[in-house]
């Protein structure tokens, strides 16, 4: 409301109902990047949308446009510059920072409620697996809120896995490690090892799923995000852990964020059970 207010005296009052509502700020008082998505109809107005966020938000420094869904191999937004500042920033959230850059590696600080609670659910001495771990944001968290034995954090993004690294040593975290790879190829080498695997890749997450189950004990839990309709948000990530482990349990259900108009990103927290038999390999 407060952006719709700075501008109706600027925009046309039949699009004034096209501003956005809210926008996405990462980093902290020492500077932060604006993310924000501007309809097409606001097109010629986009430098005076980007202006008034500025001045709605004095530590935003750099403003970038959304376009799109993530895409690529890093799964990345295509972001246009609105006003150009610095895009590395230092993000601080519950206690402790993350140093990211949006433009080179995915991040949401909308997920800080969700990383919370997964963190308090790690009991003290548990090993926990993080695949497609990025900037290692959970990693922090966890490392932050509980007592784990060790964290292995896996990532494929050369800047992801960087800002990762780096984000372990500004948080003085030494009971975690980053390895930089594919988690196809680094996820077999590690079967039967972890009490915990964390799998917040929402997009195509479901594919990854059986590797994540062959690396936990039993009894063990996955955090597998998907993403569900509003009218039935689990439906779908539930029976995709039915299809993946029959004798699977979900113990969990959680609804993080809306993702897009009508959908929203959703957890769920599954654990092995001895019974789960991973297939056989073909011939």
């Not at 501007?38 to 959304?66: C, D, F, M, Q, S």
């Not at 050369?158 to 975690?176: D, Q, S, T």
């Not at 993702?259 to 959703?266: C, D, Q, S, T």
Request: glycine share 6%; aromatic share 10%; hydrophobic share 40%.
């Amino acid at each position: 409301m407060a952006l719709k207010s700075r501008l109706k005296e600027v925009i046309p009052p039949a699009l004034i109902d096209k501003i956005p509502t809210s926008f996405e700020v990462v980093g902290s008082r020492s500077g932060a990047v604006a993310i924000i998505e501007i309809p097409e109809e606001l097109e010629e107005y986009k430098k005076l949308i980007a202006k008034a966020v500025v001045e709605l938000n004095k530590h935003v420094k750099t403003v970038l446009r959304k376009r799109g869904g993530r895409r690529g191999e890093y799964r990345l937004y295509d972001f246009e510059v609105l006003i150009e500042g610095p895009t590395e920033v230092l993000h601080k959230e519950h206690g402790y920072y993350i140093k990211v850059d949006p433009t080179k590696v995915y991040f949401s600080s909308r997920d800080q409620t969700d990383r919370l609670e997964v963190a308090r659910q790690v009991a003290e001495g548990e090993r926990v697996l993080y695949l497609f771990a990025g900037v290692a944001p959970y990693a922090v968290a966890i490392a932050r809120f509980s007592k784990p034995r060790y964290i292995v954090a896996v990532e494929l993004n050369p800047w992801g896995f960087k800002y990762a690294v780096e984000n372990l040593r500004i948080n003085k975290i030494n009971n975690a490690a980053v390895i930089h790879g594919d988690v196809v190829e680094v996820a077999p080498l590690l079967r039967r090892k972890f009490d915990r695997v964390l799998l917040t890749l929402p997009l195509g997450a479901y594919r990854f799923l059986q590797i994540a189950l062959e690396c936990l004990e039993d009894g063990g839990v996955v955090h597998f995000y998907h993403l569900g309709k509003s009218e039935e948000p689990y439906r779908e990530g539930e029976e995709i852990v039915r299809e993946t482990c029959p004798t699977c349990e979900i113990i969990g259900r959680r609804v993080v964020r809306d993702y897009a108009p009508g959908v929203y990103k959703i957890r769920l927290d599954v654990r092995k059970t001895s019974a789960f038999r991973p297939p056989l390999p073909s011939s």
